[in-house]
């Protein structure tokens, strides 16, 4: 065979490792001004969920509430879903390590008692005997 010759015979091509990509995102938060939120109100349209939080003053009162929403953050569903899965995990990561997290504030309260009610009193420093 000359130079430049082919032979129909295809050569073999060294095959690439073909890994995936690993993804890494890196947030740059310097700029985050932190708030605190015991409030979150969810709402959605077809396309879009919304959710508004804000600062309730008084959670256990009873009646009518006003609660001033001072921050609303608009996604659509599939980061809503991703949100999802990620907050399930890290609340099971931390009910792993500290207990579960009891909801119902009635029963919370009656757990606090029931650990403060056979407990010895440690007097106060300077309180009369």
Known sequence: MNEGETTGAVQ???QAQQQPQQTEVHV??????PSYSNFCRVTAT???VILDFGLNPQPFAQGRQDVKAVQRIVMNFYTA???LTAMGM???RH????GAIELDVRRRAGHVQ???HGAPTIPRP???S
Not at 28 to 33: C, E, F, M, P, R
């Open 12 to 14: 073999p091509q060294p």
């Open 28 to 33: 740059d938060d310097s700029g985050v001004l």
């Open 46 to 48: 077809p396309e879009e």
């Open 81 to 83: 879903k991703r949100l």
């Open 90 to 92: 890290t609340i099971q």
């Open 95 to 98: 009910e792993g390590t500290f």
């Open 114 to 116: 029931q650990q403060t």
């Open 126 to 128: 300077g309180a009369e």
